[in-house]
């Protein structure tokens, strides 16, 4: 684990560290390790497997260049070959090292790597340290491990990433959300939550730790602006949170929708510049040492590699490595030594010039679905649809002989990420009207599960809005018990995946279904 | 995660798994993945990645073959190579999966073979699963989250891994310790300790697991006999125990130690014989269920791989299931596909070739220290020794002029594994009874920790006993308080990594420390 000197230091937050992380103790067979380097010394101590008795003896990869044009047929481009031998050809990164058993940081050389791009990207103000992980999910339960006790409250966005929130729902963990615009969960409220903690009749301590995706949202696209990360600093300072910034999709920002607008050749800008049009990072406005940030290479690499690394206060990265020793160890070594080789040959620089190639795709396969979108639905923006209180854009049913908009759903332009969120509004229309007469008990569920089913019975699949409502226990699972909008609910459409061609055929489906369903009487 | 019908079905052990484990749900994102397998579906919901921006082309990995003559000086030898590409190369294993996020199980031709290898090796009589993990560190403390509660017991060997005992040491768990012959722990002993359990004075519920490495034991070097074992198993059916059996060193067994054999060239014996040699698994003999076996590559292709697998009862994988997909997902991408292509390559019976290779190798670095001993010291077998309680050899230094012998330590030869276990005697030396009349807090422990910084001074390491003594809380952690046996302590010599040429020179300088102590009068 290395670090760097800085001239903030963090002020004291050890009172964050759960009961179980404090009593952890470093490995004694870690300790001896030192003397195993004395000059000299003969170790008959060590526990290793002997290294010649590892089959591999050399590994090699054939990579895209960092400037490779990506997403049209994939031509065949000039590869960069990757060489990684066991001391063998000079020059070659040696692989040893990456075969044997690590000591739970991680390998130095991407430590240090890891360091460069924190200072590049983020520059933290105050005093860090990087340690590697395997994978933002594995990541998350550490710090789960580190900062909270069974039975506290998370506060996260209204609605947030499930497999984060799975991990400690059997803890007795709940969460506590916070509701959100298009610039990201409010501070307001944010504060009033906070101010007004009750301990007694919420059965649990005021909530210590903030977790977020704080760019392009999973699933709600959102990305939480400069303005208001300051905003909701400040409130963290003040009630002493720590953030978790989960941020896999930082370097996947992009500009916003434009409809008019022709695909524009991709043209990367000067580094300098790509980095300047991210929105600043938590981390990189910590002045207090109270952000943890989750890094991980899966949207930037591959996923397969298990490869992140936190970047966080001392005080937490060494609880975090006392937990990778005995948890986890190292990340894979062919990850670590991959990822590194990669860096040797693309350099820094490199790699973030393929970050804004992958910036483009991505934008690309956005513009692809808002476009289907418009194609298939009269799309005007919310201010000005009959639905006054929307965000952002509202997609709406047009009556062939009045002319009169019928709004359908609602969705935000997502500028990062993979995702676009759109809330479905169904107050007028016949079959909800029904489900209600019907008293059935959730009447908005049920709804939702009517209009997935016929799109699904119509080959085209949206995720559930329900997946991501934030937990608040087993008594506020419904609508109404959530005190969540009545008439509507929330489908996330995924545009990663799909090609252009099954995206419009997609939505046009979509359509379909939602035009038999909207027009019915009963 | 695959599965096979055997004849036997299991017993009902649901009430083993603990509360927060039962309280684990699939994750609805888990749910939808069936719909997107319905023909001419398309799907706006899945969160992938698009697999056409991953830079990974292509992965060439040389390997030995698995005949190689390892441990010489490594002769430049015709190495295999294995090619992974992206569907580029027909007859190449297709890299896409494996750069891809993965279900949680892994990849399903890797759990295919690691059923055949279970089959062809242990031929489980009861109903069984197996689900990949990212090595044995990881997968005890998955094993830990599914069967024990906060403040249980666990029962281990006497003296036990420290890394498997610090992961529970934060949960109030403590060790229930059973002692040992060189046949392993006694199933007599362990009845006993079940039997009188007394729930009130403990403050415990009786154990539940009993947590084993069963073979070549770190640190005790002991090997299970069959004979104890299915002692054992009848007592954890009378008892309704678990047996975890982390079984690293399961393929390095060898023959015992002969102090006139010439050293035997490396001849493999036809691979059923081979698998015939091998004491049989816990597993191999579990007709209910209650065997969680945990396999690892680490030792036998190389441990950075951070790969293996849990063999166990469908209850217990299902549930581990639930585990990984929150806390780890799937193990490292470039690791499956390198085992994966490594085994297509040498074959399930290749790979049980290179394991006799890999077995011959510790066998030899075992003799390498035995004779070592042999060479510095007399050596003569317990039971006809100044010390006929202890167990195998004792190591004396002989009186030059009366030829009476003098005990130092004792140990049992190993046949598995990586380490040599001693016991240290010290009763009538000097300075320990100096340390003793000094009415220092433990004598023992103060006189061991001399004794290795005399080693360390003369630039010889061995690992300290009491790294590995069961964790009985804080209150029993003197050797008094423990009630182990006293004027004695343990420590570990490892074999694995030293040169011949380093062992004798280690030895040797041991040997000098020794005779210094033990020939010194206050």
Not at 9 to 22: C, P, Q, R, W
Request: proline content about 7%.
């Amino acid at each position: 684990m290395g670090s760097l000197n800085h001239q903030q230091e963090a002020v004291d937050l050890s009172h964050h560290i759960n009961v179980k992380s404090k009593s952890r103790h470093p490995s004694p067979l870690k300790e001896i390790i030192k003397f195993m380097g004395y000059d000299g010394m003969i170790s008959l101590a060590g526990g290793l497997p002997h290294p010649s008795l590892f089959p591999l003896e050399r590994a090699r990869f054939d990579c895209l260049p960092p400037s490779a044009s990506l997403g049209d047929q994939q031509t065949e481009t000039d590869l960069v070959s990757l060489n990684l031998g066991r001391g063998l050809s000079p020059g070659d990164l040696d692989l040893t090292q990456f075969l044997q058993y690590g000591t739970g940081a991680g390998n130095r050389r991407l430590i240090q790597l890891a360091e460069d791009l924190t200072e590049r990207v983020h520059a933290p103000p105050c005093h860090y340290e990087c340690l590697l992980h395997p994978g933002n999910t594995n990541a998350w339960s550490k710090v789960v491990g580190l900062l909270c006790e069974d039975n506290d409250f998370v506060i996260v966005e209204e609605f947030t990433y499930p497999s984060a929130q799975a991990l400690w729902i059997p803890l007795g963990i709940k969460a506590a959300p916070v509701s959100a615009d298009a610039e990201g969960i409010l501070a307001t409220n944010l504060r009033e939550m906070l101010e007004s903690w009750d301990e007694k009749s919420r059965r649990s301590r005021r909530p210590r730790v903030l977790y977020l995706v704080s760019v392009g949202s999973n699933p709600t696209g959102i990305t939480i602006s400069a303005k208001r990360r300051r905003e909701i600093y400040q409130v963290c300072v003040e009630f002493d949170l720590v953030i978790v910034e989960d941020d896999p999709y930082y370097f996947l920002q992009y500009p916003g929708y434009s409809p008019q607008a022709e695909e524009q050749p991709y043209q990367p800008k000067p580094t300098g510049e790509f980095l300047k049009s991210l929105t600043p990072s938590f981390l990189s406005m910590d002045t207090q040492g109270r952000v943890i940030r989750l890094e991980s290479f899966s949207k930037t690499i591959f996923p397969g590699l298990r490869l992140g690394y936190f970047i966080a206060n001392p005080l937490f990265t060494e609880r975090l490595l006392r937990a990778t020793e005995i948890e986890t160890q190292d990340p894979a070594g062919l990850s670590q030594a991959f990822t590194l080789a990669l860096f040797n040959q693309w350099g820094v620089d490199g790699y973030l010039l393929w970050l804004q190639s992958l910036q483009h795709q991505y934008k690309t396969r956005r513009d692809w679905l808002v476009s289907a979108i418009y194609d298939q639905f009269t799309v005007v923006s919310a201010a000005k649809s009959p639905l006054p209180t929307a965000q952002g854009h509202v997609a709406c049913l047009q009556d062939k002989v009045t002319g009169k908009l019928r709004p359908v759903f609602s969705f935000v332009d997502p500028e990062a990420g993979m995702f676009v969120w759109s809330k479905f509004y169904f107050g007028g229309v016949a079959r909800f009207i029904e489900l209600k007469a019907q008293s059935v008990e959730d009447p908005e569920q049920a709804f939702a599960q009517e209009l997935w089913e016929a799109m699904v019975a119509e080959l085209v699949l949206l995720t559930p809005g329900s997946y991501y409502h934030a937990w608040q226990g087993s008594d506020k699972v419904s609508t109404k018990a959530r005190g969540a909008d009545p008439r509507s609910a929330f489908f996330r459409f995924s545009f990663a995946t799909p090609t252009k061609e099954q995206i419009e055929e997609g939505v046009k489906r979509m359509r379909k279904v939602i035009g038999r369903v909207w027009e019915a009487t009963s």
